[in-house]
């Protein structure tokens, strides 16, 4: 029986040792890579270890300072190493920190943390090969980008957990925490696309600039497009294919947020949305073999505002309550017919308002399945009569048109679903 006990106590600190050891090795292969780095694949892996030694001792000898203790040591040395030998390319303090980490690593290896601890060592030799790139990037973002990231980063760590999560007002429709969950989950998606075409640019393409500004503002890249065609005629089929692309990324849009929150919707939903993509990828495609080349057409610049800016948040925020309360309001008072009417007009000018409100309805056991599916429906379609108000409006006929046979696909693909979903 004891030698079982033995055996087995043997078997787990092995598995606890290899697996430092591994971790260690994964991260001073990175480093090994660095000819001025003072620690490479040996030192990484023994400071793992060392790191799972120390917790073996630590809860053995019952104190927590030979993990402090032997941390200390770790970081004294390597700061050592580098003030012996200085060099004024490497000053050495990320791979004294990315030592620390190994250390810290093994410690939690040995107190049963191995998952955390293989994520987090991989995420941290991902972090530190990715050097070149990583600087690339900062030094393509502007004070507008970084500001982007710290107002999106007020929306979801600072306002957001600090409200009520709790129903308020008629119907108990109003959630605060709800609410702006939804704010968050718009401007996160929107900011998304907003970063992606701020790094990646504009010159991968037509549909790659429809498929990213689709995710940031629809409405905005239905407007941009529209002026660049009255003023630069010839960009008349490039702005088709960015135009129509965006508008199909409504569809992928609103299909992810039923997913991602009320996922029971989302069969019923599917046919619809699917057969207006599936449509509107074939207009694309047709288009795009159309168009063919357009390398050695102008850049068009894209002016899209900031998504996570809090005065854009807060609007998102309004309107989507309000329409909220009416949804609830109308849907029991006029039945269905209120609450098609709300869509109706909600969908003139945000689709994603009245979708985010008709799945959290449906959520609450308010709304029936089949008219919370008919209303994110009725929503997308004014919503395409929107924009190609705003095609015509802007560019004229000789884009509307063409723009409007496209809508015209999506909104057949749509309907069609819809009533094969009913049959």
Not at 5 to 33: I, K
Not at 233 to 254: G, K, W
Request: a neutral charge.
């Amino acid at each position: 029986m004891e030698n079982n006990f033995l055996t087995e106590t043997g078997l787990e600190f092995a598995q606890a040792f290899l697996l430092s050891l591994g971790v260690g090795l994964l991260m001073g292969l990175e480093r090994e890579r660095h000819s001025s780095s003072r620690a490479g694949l040996r030192t990484f892996a023994l400071t793992a270890l060392l790191g799972t030694i120390a917790g073996l001792l630590g809860e053995k000898s019952g104190s927590e300072w030979v993990l402090a203790a032997g941390l200390l040591m770790v970081g004294l040395m390597m700061v050592a190493a580098y003030h012996s030998r200085p060099d004024a390319q490497d000053p050495g303090t990320t791979s004294v920190v990315a030592l620390l980490l190994a250390y810290t690593f093994g410690a939690m290896i040995w107190y049963q943390e191995q998952t955390l601890a293989v994520m987090l060592a991989i995420l941290t030799t991902v972090l530190l090969y990715f050097k070149t790139e990583l600087h690339l990037l900062s030094e393509k973002l502007t004070r507008k980008d970084l500001i982007s990231m710290l107002q999106f980063g007020v929306l979801s760590l600072v306002i957001l957990p600090i409200l009520p999560d709790q129903g308020f007002g008629p119907y108990l429709a109003l959630n605060p925490y709800q609410v702006w969950w939804m704010v968050v989950l718009i401007s996160g998606m929107s900011l998304a696309g907003y970063a992606a075409l701020r790094l990646f640019g504009q010159q991968h393409g037509a549909p790659l600039i429809g498929l990213m500004g689709g995710l940031a503002s629809s409405t905005a890249i239905t407007l941009v497009y529209s002026r660049h065609v009255k003023a630069t005629p010839n960009l008349l089929r490039l702005s088709m294919v960015v135009i129509l692309t965006a508008n199909v990324v409504v569809l992928v849009r609103l299909s992810l947020l039923a997913a991602m929150l009320q996922p029971e919707l989302l069969p019923q939903l599917l046919p619809a949305l699917g057969g207006g993509l599936l449509l509107g990828l074939v207009v694309i495609g047709w288009l795009w073999r159309i168009l063919g080349d357009q390398s050695g057409q102008p850049e068009t610049p894209l002016n899209l505002h900031n998504p996570a800016e809090i005065r854009t948040a807060l609007t998102f925020g309004c309107i989507y309550a309000v329409v909220l309360l009416l949804a609830a309001w109308l849907s029991d008072v006029a039945g269905s017919e209120g609450l098609y009417a709300i869509s109706l007009i909600s969908g003139f000018t945000d689709v994603d308002a009245i979708a985010l409100s008709s799945l959290r309805l449906f959520g609450m056991g308010k709304l029936p399945m089949h008219e919370a599916v008919n209303s994110i429906v009725i929503a997308f379609l004014a919503n395409l009569v929107f924009k190609l108000g705003i095609v015509f409006s802007v560019a004229g006929p000789s884009l509307g048109r063409r723009i409007g046979l496209g809508f015209l696909a999506l909104a057949a693909g749509t309907i069609g679903g819809w009533i094969f979903m009913h049959l």
